[in-house]
């Protein structure tokens, strides 16, 4: 019975740092659709001084619009990033073949998560990358009962031949 194997590791990786990508875009789908307690008390529940420092933080709000997570598209890339992360790290497990190209994947996406996700917190973007980094490196071994039988073939002396050099007599 012969298993082939699987970088698990690059695996595992793969599929937390994910998590935390997706985590960390609906995280940030919050900010997009904003905050009922911050809308009806004025600035995040300061109450009268939140209403009144409301004209001083209107042009603070909108500098920070894009960076706080309000535009919708990159809440869909941080969404999409962190799905293609999942299933890039699924793929990689099942399909260990196409090694490379899924770690690819995982690596570019989690990369692109910075921008829509927070990078899962930062946590899923290195996550993300050092799983995609061993999915690049990993190599199948060669499966240990070969290696164990082709051992005591030559122990038996199967398949090797005597030189000169080494003939007694």
């Known amino acids: 019975m012969s298993m082939e194997q699987k970088p698990v590791a690059a695996f595992a990786l793969g599929l937390v740092a994910g998590v935390f ?3 960390g875009s609906i995280i940030m789908f919050t900010f997009t659709f904003g905050n009922p ?12 001084m939140g209403s009144m420092m409301s004209g001083t933080m209107a ?3 909108g500098a920070m619009a894009v960076m706080l997570g309000y535009s919708f598209a990159f809440r ?3 969404l999409a990033s962190g799905a293609l992360v999942v299933v890039g790290s699924v793929m990689l497990y099942n399909r260990p073949s196409e090694s ?7 690596l ?18 290195v996550i993300g990358v050092l799983g995609g980094i061993l999915g690049l490196v990993w190599k199948a071994q060669k499966h240990s009962q070969e290696v164990a039988d ?5 122990v038996r002396g199967v398949g090797f031949e005597p030189t000169k050099a080494y003939a007694t007599g």
């Not at 490379?100 to 995982?106: D, L, N, Y």
């Open 108 to 125: 570019a996406f989690s990369l692109l998560s910075i921008v829509g996700a927070m990078g899962g917190f930062m946590v899923g973007l």
């Open 76 to 78: 869909l890339v941080g």
């Open 37 to 48: 307690v911050m809308a009806m008390s004025g600035m995040g529940g300061m109450g009268m």
């Open 150 to 154: 082709r051992t005591l073939n030559l």
């Open 59 to 61: 042009s603070f709000n």
């Open 21 to 23: 990508i997706l985590l």
């Open 100 to 106: 490379q190209t899924w770690s690819a994947v995982i």
